[in-house]
Structures are given as C-alpha cells and as structure tokens.
T-cell receptor, first 113, second 114 residues
C-alpha cells in the first residue's frame, strides 16, 4: 500500500524568499518519489524524481527535494521564489514493482510581489 | 523526442450526450498509458490505465470507458454524460515494462457538462 500527504493546501511567500512545500509518504517497498508542477489549465510538468540514488535531488527551475527515510518525507524547496513559481504542486509516490502512482492533493503556491 | 497530444483542448457538452476524448503519443513504442480526471480544487484521480493494446484496467467504477485501438492511441468515452463528469482530463504515458517510471502528461482537455 502507498499513500502521500501534502501537509499544506496553500503556501504563500513573498518574491525572493525561500519556498518549502511539505510531503510525507508511506510505501510498502522501495518507493520512487516525484514532484510535479501544474500551471493553470495546463498539464503536469515533472520537477524532479527520487529513485534511491542520491537523497538530495535537484530539479528544474532551482527546485530541490530531500528524501528522508527516517521521517518518510520528501519536502520540496527553493532558495528564492519567483513570481513564475506560482502554481499547483503535486507530490507523487510509486511503490516498488508498481505501475500505479498515488498523487497528493496538491499545494497551491502563491507568490506575492 | 517524445510528445503527447490530447484533443480537443476544451469541450462543452449537454447532459446525456456522448463523449470521445483522444490521446496520442509520438516518439516511443509500447508505452503505458493513463487517463486521469482532475475536478476543480482537487487532486488527480486515476481513471484507467493500459499496458498494451486492448488491455485496459479501470481504477474506479463510473460512467466512463477507455479503449486502446492502437499502440500509441488511448481514447476516453462515455455513452451519456453526467453533470459530475465535468473536469479536466489528463492523459499520461510512461515507459512500457518499467515500473516506477516517470509519467509524462499531455496538455489536458477541459470538459464542461451542462
């Protein structure tokens, strides 16, 4: 069984300040973890992916995430928010041997000028 | 490189009318294919997935069906639309015979049932 919890439905930051989007997961076996971004009325774009290599994963647009097995977390961070980062972000888990992902409910990132 | 197409981009249909949404993938063979629905303000719900031609798995019982008539074509259909079918429909693909693979999404179809 697998599940994912995005701890915040909305996160509001000022431009230029750090971003933290939180994600906790549960998985029975060797999970892969993903973060996707969705801009309004668009499809989902992959930001980054963890697959049991380095625990700190760097993605596109300056985002990164750290896999912490002991905390079952995979939080997404960015040092400095840009207005263009305003979007919906989804954390996703897929357990070992599975084709089927489980999506979190999403976190809406709001960036103020 | 691989690309995924969905059409139409938007659709307004009356209740009780039929539906056909199409998804095609280019640049890869034998992909896994997925249909998702995203209701307003909610996450993604997996509707169907397919690991090969004619092989369709349904994740939730509903008013919709899916078919895969060709290797890189995935169709979502309904005989009679309900108001609750309104939403944003997303198609995705991933590598065949590979688990835990990245899914790549199409641009989506916005469906409004009136």
């Amino acid at each position: 069984a697998q599940s994912v919890t995005q701890l915040d439905s909305h996160v509001s930051v000022s431009e230029g300040t750090p971003v933290l989007l939180r994600c906790n997961y549960s998985s029975s076996y060797s999970p892969s973890l993903f973060w996707y971004v969705q801009h309004p009325n668009k499809g989902l774009q992959l930001l980054l992916k963890y697959t049991s290599a380095a625990t700190l994963v760097k993605g596109i647009n300056g985002f990164e995430a750290e896999f912490k097995k002991s905390e079952t977390s995979f939080h997404l961070t960015k040092p400095s928010a840009h207005m263009s980062d305003a979007a919906e972000y989804f954390c996703v888990v897929v357990s070992g041997g599975s084709y089927i992902p489980t999506f979190g409910r999403g976190t809406s990132l709001i960036v103020h000028p | 490189s691989q690309t995924i197409h969905q059409w139409p981009a938007t659709l307004v249909q009356p209740v009780g009318s039929p539906l056909s949404l199409e998804c095609t993938v280019e640049g890869t063979s034998n992909p896994n294919l997925y249909w998702y629905r995203q209701a307003a303000g909610r996450g993604l719900q997996l509707l169907f997935y397919s690991v090969g031609i004619g092989q369709i798995s349904s994740e939730v019982p509903q008013n919709l069906s899916a078919s895969r008539p060709q290797d890189r074509q995935f169709i979502l259909s309904s005989k009679k639309l309900l108001l609750s079918d309104s939403g944003f429909y997303l198609c995705a693909w991933s590598l065949r015979d590979a688990t835990q693979e990245t899914q790549y999404f199409g641009p989506g179809t916005r469906l409004l049932v009136l």
